[in-house]
């Protein structure tokens, strides 16, 4: 059964910063691996998706890397600004349970300015 | 594109009652998936729909169902509503891989 794991549950830096946020997962059989953001009572927002076949994707200041081997990923931030504060949320899609997501329980993110 | 929409916004039931809940899935998708996610938690997966048929489910009682129309919209329905069904209902919708949310449906149960 797949268990994904998020660490830490919590976080706060300073505005500037650089930070990364980690998620492990237990089964590397999985199809791709998605990095959300989610704002206080709002839906979730698609930041990057890593096929499985990838290493990395990046987009503007984030970068997520994927090492399926020893299941882990991680989102880096760099230059954090307060606007990054919200809840960050990893999720796996497995090739034996089609579309379903599986999700760890979040990173929550506070960037002090 | 309007995105994926859901409706409605806030919803408040008492014990026992049924409840709708509906989502519109982004232009060109054609599988709609409901997560129900409870305070602090990460969402938890109920069911995939695709071709109008449930093509897979999560460890969801059969109090919860669900419904995809020929325009690849969908409902999730929850009957005789328990307190522990309180929580934000997502809705996400996707063509291949990529997985893309509504803002929720926040349901609360008195």
């Known amino acids: 059964k797949q268990e994904v794991t998020q660490i830490p549950a919590a976080l706060s830096v300073p505005e500037g910063e650089n930070l990364v946020l980690n998620c492990s997962f237990t089964?590397?059989?999985?199809?791709?691996l998605q990095w959300f953001r989610q704002d206080p009572g709002k839906g979730l927002t698609s930041l990057l998706l890593?096929?499985?076949?990838?290493r990395e994707q990046t987009s503007g200041r984030l970068n997520a890397s994927l090492d399926k081997s020893s299941g882990r990923s991680t989102l880096y931030i760099a230059a954090s600004q307060p606007g990054d504060s919200a809840t960050y949320l990893c999720?796996?899609?497995?090739?034996?349970?089609?579309?379903?997501?599986?999700f760890g329980q979040g990173t929550e993110l506070s960037v002090k300015p | 594109d309007a995105g994926v929409t859901q409706s409605p916004t806030h919803l408040i039931k008492t014990r026992g009652q049924q409840v709708t809940l509906r989502c519109s899935p982004k232009?060109?998708?054609?599988?709609v998936s409901w997560y129900q996610q409870a305070l602090g938690q990460g969402p938890q997966f109920i069911f995939q729909?695709?071709?109008?048929?449930?093509?897979q489910r999560g460890n969801f009682p059969d109090r919860f169902s669900g419904h995809q129309f020929p325009n690849y919209s969908s409902e999730l329905n929850v009957n005789a509503l328990l307190l522990g069904d309180s929580a934000l209902y997502l809705c996400?919708?996707?063509?291949?891989?990529?997985?893309?949310f509504g803002p929720g449906t926040r349901l609360t149960v008195l």
């Open positions: 996400a919708s996707s063509l291949v891989g990529e997985q893309f």
């Open positions: 089964d590397s059989a999985i199809y791709n």
């Open positions: 890593i096929q499985s076949s990838q």
């Open positions: 999720a796996v899609s497995s090739h034996n349970q089609g579309g379903k997501l599986i």
């Open positions: 232009s060109g998708h054609d599988t």
């Open positions: 729909y695709y071709e109008e048929e449930e093509r």
